[in-house]
């Protein structure tokens, strides 16, 4: 297993719930414990609706949490307010399923990239196209993409967009979320390839968010199985997982595939 360093991120204890009207609540993240060190890929999996993405946003500020803490190198960064958080947030990037819809179409991709260093007053407008040319070369697309606009890039030149501008303002985190999922798998490979390759050069701690098990098997130093927005249980790898919930889990991908195959070798061999 790869070494890591010390840890950057420690989530204690998070509450968050949702007021659903008529005196019915329902509990999205419920006495979670997280913790990330440097250069780590933490994968959260679980069904849809368990609180992956809440957690997320409780990291990014999206939602506030009911209780808990978030300890950034040892801080509490839940208190912080105004401009002390907008630095702390500095460093943790998010990315998401879908580039296309959190892109202005009709900002050229120089912007794009560069609009967070510009919204920290952290360059100048008129060095946004070599900032943005070495961002390109750094995610493998051509540096003169900087002059065009996203919407006729495929998904995964967009997402390679994205992660660009993540990375832009060199934060020691980012948030993936469901960051490959719409991707074809041939594209998946290579964007997950670019993710480890910028992992390596850079030492960023990806949270990685994924509904395929496989993948963040594949991906992931560390695994975190949720369930109604508990923690079932942290694993380095599926296969060791003792849960019987992650084991249903597991369960359930697997007969997928068995049965992806029978059909599969149905159609190949009658
Ligand atoms: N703003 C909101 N208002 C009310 N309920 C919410 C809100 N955001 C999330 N929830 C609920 O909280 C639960 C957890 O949602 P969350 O989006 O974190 O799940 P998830 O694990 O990311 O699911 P998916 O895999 O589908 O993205 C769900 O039951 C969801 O309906
Ligand atoms: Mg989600």
């Known amino acids: 297993m790869k070494g890591y360093g010390e840890e950057i991120l420690r989530m204690e ?3 968050k719930t949702f007021d659903l009207g008529g005196g019915k609540t329902l509990t999205a993240s419920d006495h979670v414990n997280l913790s990330l060190h440097k250069g780590e890929t933490l994968g959260i999996v679980g069904e849809s609706g368990s609180g992956k993405s809440t957690l997320a946003k409780i990291l990014t500020r999206l939602y506030t949490m ?9 801080k509490d960064i839940a208190p912080l307010k105004g401009e002390e958080f907008r630095q702390v947030r500095k460093n943790i990037q998010m990315v998401f399923q879908d580039p296309s819809t959190a892109f202005n179409p009709k900002q050229r991709v120089k912007d794009i990239i560069c609009e967070p260093l510009l919204n920290y ?9 070599e900032k943005a040319r070495e961002m390109l070369h750094q995610v493998d697309l051509p540096e003169d993409f900087a002059d065009r606009y996203p919407n006729n890039m495929s998904g995964g030149q967009r997402q390679r967009i994205a992660i660009a501008r993540a990375l832009v303002l060199k934060p020691e985190i980012i948030i993936c ?5 719409a991707l074809d798998m041939s594209v998946q490979k290579t964007v997950i390839e670019l993710l480890h390759r910028l992992q390596k050069e850079t030492g960023v701690a990806y949270i990685f968010i994924c509904h395929d098990l496989a993948l963040a098997n594949m991906f992931c130093d560390n695994i975190m199985v949720m369930h109604w927005g508990k923690v079932v249980e ?3 790898d599926l296969s060791e997982a003792k849960d019987p919930y ?21 159609e190949l061999f009658g």
């Not at 009911?66 to 040892?74: A, T, W």
């Open 13 to 15: 204890e998070i509450v």
């Open 66 to 74: 009911d209780s808990g803490r978030i300890l950034l190198h040892g």
């Open 121 to 129: 007053g952290l360059i100048k407008k008129a060095d946004m196209g």
């Open 177 to 181: 979320d469901e960051a490959t999922s």
């Open 234 to 236: 942290k694993i380095h």
């Open 246 to 266: 992650s084991k249903k889990l597991m369960a359930s991908v697997f007969t997928i595939e068995e049965g992806k195959n029978k059909v599969l070798s149905d």
